[in-house]
């Protein structure tokens, strides 16, 4: 069976109802990134960061997986399917995918200020202030704020390195170190890159591009590679 990996982004949930990272003023949700997603944030002002991350994980219980999600469970069928993702949210879980590595955290966990492997299943529950973890330092979102490592850049590394076909949806190539993923495709093995803002001057004989929504991309896509294992 081939090896499909797709790299997905905020594009992906948008289609569900999710906000987006950030709006064209360079903020989330009337906050600065800066105030809400970095370690400095959270240490001028730790209320205002878990009531806002409590709020995201709130909203989890009013979305639900759409077909673009839905797809990508699809091609189970078809492919041993990895999915990379930048979202923190769980639609990808939900939606029934096996094989999921979340670069960017987990808004349904929580994790140790002191040490981030170190973790707490929340679901939807808030995380208040004098929540701790085991080791009694203040519990926080189990997110990558910027400035922080990313862990799970290594395997999502090894992950891309034995792709059979790599895919990009819902995300523009911006935010790295995700964005280098596309790096490590194996030469010559296809890219599909979805993305409505993206035009077909970008292809070349590897790179494919459908510039499209998530979920009209997605349907494209599945018609293509199942007819290929079809054949």
């Not at 709006?23 to 949700?29: F, H, K, P, V």
Request: aromatic share 8%.
């Amino acid at each position: 069976m081939q090896r499909l990996v797709v790299l997905t982004g905020a594009g992906i949930s948008a289609e569900s109802g999710i906000s987006t990272f950030r709006d064209s003023g360079g903020l989330w949700e009337g906050h600065r990134i800066e105030e809400v997603a970095s370690p400095e944030g959270f240490a001028a002002n730790p209320q205002l960061v878990l009531e806002f991350y409590n709020k995201r994980r709130q909203q989890l219980q009013h979305v639900v997986p759409n077909e673009a999600h839905l797809i990508l469970r699809e091609l189970e069928k078809f492919y041993d399917v990895t999915i990379v993702t930048q979202n923190v949210d769980d639609l990808h879980e939900r939606a029934g995918s096996s094989k999921i590595i979340h670069l960017h955290g987990e808004l349904k966990y929580a994790c140790s200020s002191w040490n981030r492997a170190d973790r707490v299943y929340l679901g939807t529950k808030d995380i208040k202030l004098e929540d701790l973890a085991a080791d009694g330092s203040q519990l926080r979102p189990d997110i990558v704020w910027f400035g922080e490592a990313v862990p799970k850049m290594d395997e999502a590394v090894i992950a891309t390195q034995k792709a059979d076909i790599f895919v990009v949806v819902g995300t523009s190539l911006e935010v790295y170190p995700a964005a280098s993923l596309v790096g490590f495709v194996p030469y010559h093995k296809p890219v599909y890159i979805i993305d409505p803002h993206r035009h077909k001057e970008l292809q070349n004989p590897h790179i494919h591009v459908i510039s499209k929504t998530a979920t009209e991309g997605m349907r494209d896509l599945y018609v293509n590679l199942a007819a290929d294992e079809v054949d």
